[in-house]
Structure formats: structure tokens, C-alpha cells
């Protein structure tokens, strides 16, 4: 049974920055299935400006909840590359946030660290392999249907998350993401699924944040979005 009071908070489902909005699409048509306010915002970003890409897509976010009221309290919900992006979504969208919710995703440091720092903090060997391969002008990620096929069976949503994937280069992962001083402002939880993300729960625990865990593939939201969407209430019940 859904607790009434998050009747009226709306659930801002963020997407990685690597891809689209798809990877929420079936756990959005649940939580609203349950009477439940959501968004699901699509990261925009254009290579005919200097603004950052963190600014970019936290003013994607923004935009998306242009019709909703600035008293509407929200609850952030990150998927992998978008984690670091929350404070700076908080912050684009001056109205009351009532959680962040971390779903196998970065969490951001205090120090304003780019997505190469972040990695070189779990393992500084892999982080610099990764850092001269962007330098030598490769690009992240290059998944094929193959690659995916695993941890995602349904042919049709594995073709379509290809589609949808967004390769950036040593510009995007190199930029510093601000996070602002009194961040965390509100309750955090994290939601972990692959072991790729095991340093991040640690790191959540040492925090005393909600930590939930669901061994599965890192898009395991598109292959049981209701037991996705379950953890995602529990987390910010």
C-alpha cells in the first residue's frame, strides 16, 4: 500500500547522460499506475554552446517541470551517469526537494569531481586507461545489442536502448560538476544492482543513507520495472 503523503511529491526520474529517457519509461508507467506524480525529462545538450553539459541538463530538467508548481515538492531519482547531476538539478530547480534516490548510479563528491575523477577514485589504474583512450579520441560507451543482451533479453527495449545511446568524449567526462555546500538537503537513498557499483553502496552506507540491493543487470528497471518501482516507494517511504 502506497504511503498518502508521497501522493502529492513528484518523482523526477533522471536518465544517464549516455542515454535517454527510455530506461525510465516502464518504471514511470508504474508509479503513475499507482495515482503517483512523474516526470521523466529528457537530458538535452547542444555542441553550438560554452555552457557545460551539467548545466545543460539540469536546465532539461528544469524546463520539464515548467508546469508544475514551484510549492510541488519533488523526489530526484538518478540512473548511473546521472547521479552526479543531482545537486545541480536541486539547485536549477528552486523548489523543495523531499529525497534523492541514487539507482546503481555515481554519487557526487564534495569537491566539485568530474565523471573522471569519480572513476579514478574507485580505480585509478582503469581511470587513467580510460582518461588516454578519450584523449586519443575514443568515445564512451560503444555498446552493441550484443553487449546488452544479457542483462537485457527483450530484443525490442535492448535495439531501442542502443538507439538511444549517446557516446561524449574526453570534453564531458573531464568537466568538473558543482555541488553545492549544503548538499545533501534532504534524505538520500540508494538502490544498488550490479557490482559495478558496489564502491558507491559502500560509500552510501558509510553515509547511513537507505541502502537497498537487487542483484541484476545495470538496466534491470527495463526487465522488472515493478520491482524497481517497489524499491523506489521504499526508498522514499
Request: with cysteine; proline share 8%; charged share 20%.
Amino acid at each position: 500500500m502506497t504511503n498518502p503523503s508521497i501522493k502529492g511529491v513528484v518523482y523526477v526520474l533522471v536518465h544517464s547522460p549516455l542515454v535517454g529517457p527510455l530506461t525510465w519509461s516502464l518504471v514511470a508507467d508504474q508509479l503513475q499506475q499507482r495515482v503517483l506524480n512523474v516526470v521523466v525529462p529528457t537530458l538535452e545538450d547542444s555542441p553550438d554552446t560554452d555552457e557545460p553539459y551539467w548545466k545543460q541538463h539540469a536546465e532539461s530538467v528544469s524546463r520539464a517541470l515548467t508546469d508544475i508548481s514551484k510549492d510541488r515538492s519533488v523526489i530526484l531519482v538518478a540512473h548511473s551517469g546521472a547521479g552526479p547531476l543531482l545537486p545541480v538539478i536541486a539547485r536549477s530547480l528552486a523548489r523543495p526537494i523531499s529525497a534523492y534516490v541514487f539507482v546503481d548510479a555515481g554519487i557526487p563528491l564534495p569537491h566539485n569531481a568530474s565523471r573522471l575523477d569519480l572513476m579514478k577514485s574507485e580505480d585509478v589504474e582503469w581511470g587513467n586507461q580510460f582518461q588516454e583512450e578519450l584523449e586519443q579520441g575514443g568515445s564512451y560507451p560503444t555498446w552493441t545489442s550484443n553487449d546488452l543482451r544479457e542483462i537485457l533479453p527483450d530484443e525490442i527495449l535492448r535495439n531501442q536502448l542502443v538507439a538511444d545511446i549517446h557516446p561524449r568524449g574526453l570534453d564531458f567526462f573531464q568537466e568538473p560538476i558543482p555541488v553545492f555546500k549544503e548538499w545533501p538537503d534532504a534524505p538520500c537513498a540508494y538502490i544498488r544492482f550490479s557490482d559495478s557499483y558496489k564502491s558507491y553502496e559502500t560509500y552510501a552506507q558509510n553515509l547511513k543513507w537507505k541502502n537497498f540491493e537487487l542483484s541484476a543487470g545495470h538496466f534491470h528497471m527495463l526487465v522488472d520495472p515493478i520491482a524497481v518501482s517497489n524499491l523506489i516507494i521504499k526508498a522514499t517511504d
